[in-house]
């Protein structure tokens, strides 16, 4: 049984950092893109970032343009673990953050086969 769960998140200020975790179990995702979209009370799920291996070295980051700058994704194909490193956070921030794995078709930011329980992020000013 595949399963991804997340961990990292929180209460914390706004300016402030935070870093979550995505372990995934069941099988590898060391080959497939792995995502984070967040969803706010209220609103749509929306995509944050997407990591997808180039070769067994490079890789290429997607980022939705409110995070640019501010969140960097990360892999760690031996601990089949994905991150995101959340930095500078503001108000609107505040979600709950998923982690997909797998994605469907071509499109980093579309649709993804697996997907995580999520993990609350909330941001004070």
């Known amino acids: 049984q595949v399963q991804l769960v997340e961990s990292g998140g929180g209460l914390v200020q706004a300016g402030g950092s935070l870093r979550l975790s995505c372990a995934a179990s069941g099988r590898t995702f060391s080959r497939n893109t792995m995502a984070w979209f967040r969803q706010a009370p209220g609103k749509e799920r929306e995509f944050v970032a997407a990591h997808t291996w180039r070769t067994s070295t490079l890789y290429y980051a997607y980022y939705a343009d409110s995070v640019k700058g501010r969140f960097t994704i990360s892999r760690d194909n031996a601990k089949n673990t994905v991150y995101l490193h959340m930095n500078n956070l503001k108000p609107e921030d505040t979600a709950v953050y998923y982690c997909?794995?797998?994605?469907?078709?071509?499109?980093?930011?579309?649709?993804?086969?697996?997907w995580g329980q999520g993990t609350q992020v909330t941001v004070s000013s």
């Open positions: 997909a794995g797998e994605m469907r078709g071509n499109d980093p930011k579309g649709s993804y086969t697996y």
